[in-house]
């Protein structure tokens, strides 16, 4: 599907934060998809990992922050282990969460849950959830 | 045959103390057996779980931080870990500490201490190749596991990110299946051994994590395996919770601790081994 992009209108003060916190840089990556291919929660992302890194390239990252996919990102490094750039992808997600944190209200993808469910979790799975929202 | 007798720090972890306790069970049971001596950290606390990914987020690495600290103020210069959650996270706090001055910096005006430590974050796979060798290993088996088709599951955490953990090739790992083999089993070809089990996201999104587990489950049992063998309480909980929901014929999930001691000769009712793998192994007989 096309997407109409304004390239006249790069989010440069975005961008710069994103590239800061993440400390990658975007513009090593050549799309070849590897990212894409191998991530295994895909399924779960309006953007794929690969079209992210490319919005970042020209400059448009406000739309990166509202959308679900750095939610969907569990940071299992699939990516950054098939990258031949070097890109470690994770940590751009992580960036991203972290300014919509920072910026924005809550995070995108958690309701409530009856406490009952909750009670008969893993513990490092509540403790990894609830570390993803907080900082 | 070397008869050092390093006594290892030993880590267990929140979940190792209550849902898993066979994992830390067997762990225990298999290093008496291999004459490993581990002294578990007293007052151990959380190891949080996730290290930050972000450049200024040092308040995140305060757990891990605080634990290996503590392991050094106890006499610990090793400490070992069994949970996939405590291995990466420790030893990724670790790597980033030693690089990093400014984080060091802080974190010791934090924690009140005049130079972080350098303890080495070890995992049993690693005592076992390094410490033990394969040798011995295949000499201290008391009940081969002959006839036991096991999937070799990593996960993602023990491997990754490689350059940090320096574990084993992230890519196509070989450990779990060297160690499995000196203990007799035969180990199938299973693509999805690196791959993700859903991780957290049982908590927020249940279907999310199962289908990522189902891929796993399906690709071990095309690998004909009898059972599937687990590093990580955590995706050990994905794929059985997966396959309860599903009702599909349940591929059995071990510890593979549980493995390593039944090997060496402890009784299978002393390990803490849940159904349906229980019965599968008690299948295999008394030690020779």
Partial sequence: MSQVISLHRREEELIKEIAELSEQNFYACYQCGKCTSACPLTFAMDEPPHQILRFLQLGQAKRLIESRSPWACIGCLSCATYCPKGVDLARIMEALRTVHLRRLDAPFCYTQDDGERLSTLPQSALVAALRKVTW | ?288
């Fill in chain 2, 1 to 288: 045959m070397s008869e050092e007798k390093k006594t290892f720090g030993y880590y267990p972890g929140c979940e190792l103390r209550n849902r898993v306790k066979g994992l830390d069970l067997s762990a225990r049971r298999a290093c008496r057996a291999l004459g490993i001596r581990l002294k578990e950290l007293k007052d151990w606390t959380c190891c949080g779980g996730l290290v930050p990914q972000v450049k200024d987020n040092y308040m995140g690495f305060l757990a891990p931080a605080r634990i290996l600290v503590e392991a050094h103020a106890q006499g610990f210069d090793e400490l070992m870990t069994l949970c996939t959650f405590c291995f990466n996270t420790l030893r990724r706090a670790a790597f980033f500490l030693q690089g990093h001055a400014e984080a060091r910096k802080r974190l010791e005006l934090f924690l009140g201490v005049e130079g972080l430590p350098r303890v080495k974050v070890i995992h049993l796979l690693e005592v076992l190749r390094d410490h033990v060798g394969l040798d011995r290993l295949r000499e201290s088996v008391q009940r081969p596991l002959k006839g036991l088709r096991v999937a070799p599951y990593y996960g993602c955490l023990l491997l990754r990110p490689a350059q940090e953990i320096k574990l084993d090739n992230p890519e196509a790992p070989t450990l779990i299946e060297v160690i499995l083999e000196a203990l007799g089993c035969e180990v199938t070809d299973f693509s999805s051994k690196t791959d993700c089990c859903g991780s957290y996201h049982i908590v927020t999104n249940g279907q999310v994590a199962g289908q990522c587990s189902d891929l796993i489950l399906r690709s071990a049992v095309k690998s004909k395996a009898d059972m599937l063998v687990a590093m990580c309480p955590l995706c050990q909980f994905n794929l059985d919770w997966r396959q309860k929901q599903t009702r599909t014929a349940p591929l059995p999930v071990v510890y593979f601790p549980q493995l390593l001691a039944l090997a060496l000769g402890e009784p299978v009712d002393t390990l803490g081994v849940a159904e349906p793998a229980a019965t599968a192994l008690s299948a295999l007989g008394s030690p020779t």
